[in-house]
Structure formats: structure tokens, C-alpha cells
């Protein structure tokens, strides 16, 4: 049953509440909403957490008669507004939307992390060199380990550890209430 005033539209959403609206408008009033979203492990200092962030923070798709439905989409829980150029609601190419679905088709893509590469630098989170800053000579995907060399007592190292013990130095912890 397609109308020909269904097309594809663009929402704004709360902030970390993408899901959410997506799943209220599919559920509540039987309108399909796309939100695609990735998952992927990240090694932090309490160890690997698994993060699930929307590939669009603050948005995501609606097909249906935006004319028709406006009022009770806003009304959504975790819907802020309609994405709008002026007083118009631009619709969005189906084939936009569609190549976004061959890519994640069940709303969440796993991405994983790449490998450490030589002469990376990296900091340790675990072990008697926790938080030194250290230099990746070899990584061994066959038994994720890690050759670094690090900075010790004024002389340099080389160690091995395993990979799940670095972390890249673009990795910025989130700030902690003190």
C-alpha cells in the first residue's frame, strides 16, 4: 500500500535518543523510521566496551505523507522537529535511503577497530606499565599481542603485551566528576 505522497523525510532527535523516536514511530504509529547506527569495541581504561552511536547523531528517517503525519510525529517522544530550508520539508532520494540499507540492514553495522601499525604510539592501560606512553614495534594479530618499546627508568624496552592492553592516544576519556 505506497501513497504517492510518501517519500522520505528527515527528523531531528533529542540528543542520544535516536533509537528511541525510531522505535516509537514504528511502534506507535506504524510509520517506518530508519536509524542507522554503528557498533564497535573500543579499549578503554576499565577495558573493551562495546559503544552503540547513530550514524547520524540527532536525526533520522521517516518514510510517510509528512503533510499528513507532522503533528503526531512531533509529538513522539525523543522527536525535536522536522528538518526544514525555511517553511519547506525537503523530501530525501529513496536511493539515498535505500543504499544506506544495503549497507546496514538490521539498523546496526558492526565496525571493527583497525590493526596497530608499526611506530604507532599508544599508551598501556593495564600492568606494571600502566599509563606509560610506549611505541608499537610489531603487532601479532595470531595471538593479539603487541611488541612496544617503551621508556623505562631512563632506558628503553621492548616489551611485549597484549593488544588489548593499549590504547591509541586519540582517545579522549570522558571527563570524570570529581
Known amino acids: 500500500m505506497s501513497n504517492s505522497a510518501e ?12 533509537h528511541i ?7 506507535r504509529a506504524g510509520i517506518e523510521a530508519f536509524c542507522p547506527r554503528i557498533a564497535y569495541e573500543k579499549k ?32 513522539m517522544q525523543g522527536v525535536r522537529a522536522a528538518v526544514k530550508y525555511g517553511d ?8 539515498f535511503i535505500e ?8 539498523d546496526i553495522k558492526e565496525i571493527e577497530q583497525p590493526e596497530l601499525q ?23 594479530p595470531a595471538n593479539d599481542r603487541v611488541k ?4 623505562f627508568l631512563g632506558r628503553e624496552i621492548s616489551v611485549d603485551v597484549s593488544a588489548k592492553d593499549v590504547i591509541r592516544p586519540d582517545y579522549q576519556p570522558k571527563k570524570e566528576i570529581k
Open 7 to 18: 517519500q522520505w523525510y528527515c527528523l531531528a532527535t533529542q540528543p542520544k535518543r535516536e
Open 118 to 140: 608499526p611506530g604507532e604510539t599508544v599508551a598501556l592501560t593495564d600492568g606494571p606499565f600502566q599509563n606509560l606512553q610506549a611505541i608499537v614495534q610489531h603487532y601479532y
Open 148 to 151: 612496544v618499546l617503551l621508556e
Open 99 to 106: 543504499d544506506l540499507k544495503t549497507h546496514f540492514s538490521d
Open 44 to 75: 578503554t581504561r576499565r577495558g573493551i566496551v562495546r559503544f552503540v552511536e547513530p550514524l547520524f547523531p540527532n536525526y533520522l528517517f521517516v518514510y510517510c505523507d509528512i503533510q499528513a503525519h507532522l503533528r503526531h510525529l512531533l509529538a
Open 21 to 27: 523516536a525510531a522505535n516509537h514511530i514504528r511502534v
Open 88 to 95: 519547506r520539508i525537503p523530501n530525501l532520494p529513496a536511493s
